[in-house]
Structure formats: C-alpha cells, structure tokens
C-alpha cells in the first residue's frame, strides 16, 4: 500500500525481457457488459471463441481475482499485457 495512491505490485529487483510477472484472474464477464465509475479500471477485455470471430469478454478483478489485479497503468510502461490461450486452439464447440 502507498500511502494517497492505494494498492500496487513493485519489483524489488530488475525483470528481463519475457519474464512473466503473473496470470490476471477473476470473474470472466459477457460480452457487452460495462464498467461504471470505480469499477471502470478494475477491467480487462480479452479475445474469446475463434481468434477471427471479434467477440469480447471481459475479466473483471473489482472485487477477486490474482495479486496481478493490483498491477497499475503507467504512460510509461515497461511491461505489457498479452493474452493467451491454454488448451486445444483448434477447438470449437458447437
């Protein structure tokens, strides 16, 4: 906690390229929902079905999900999301 700006996630010591900070979860949201107010940053939309179908869904960490929810914005980033997908990719339920 830092005092006047709330919870973060801070590095002790210096990450290289490619390492893997952590796995964002929670509660996986349909598409069209929306975040209002102080829900509005607490979210994050991801791909799903067929890579070519344009669907989004949404994480949203408000109120559960890993230690990675407390990763911040900085205009400034040295890190990135990426989104991935565990499983069969050529998988598509009917």
Do not use: W
Not at 53 to 72: H, K, M, P, Q
């Amino acid at each position: 906690m830092v005092e006047g700006k709330g919870i973060g996630v801070f590095s002790k010591v210096r990450l290289g390229p490619n390492v893997v900070i952590g796995e964002l979860t929670g509660p996986l949201e349909p598409p069209g929902s929306v975040f209002e107010g102080s829900r509005g940053g607490y979210h994050c939309e991801i791909a799903i079905g067929p890579s070519s179908s344009g669907v989004n869904a949404y994480i949203d960490t408000f109120e559960v999900g890993s230690l990675a929810r407390f990763i911040n914005h900085s205009c400034d980033a040295t890190a990135e999301f990426q989104q991935t997908r565990g499983g069969r990719p050529d998988f598509v339920s009917s």
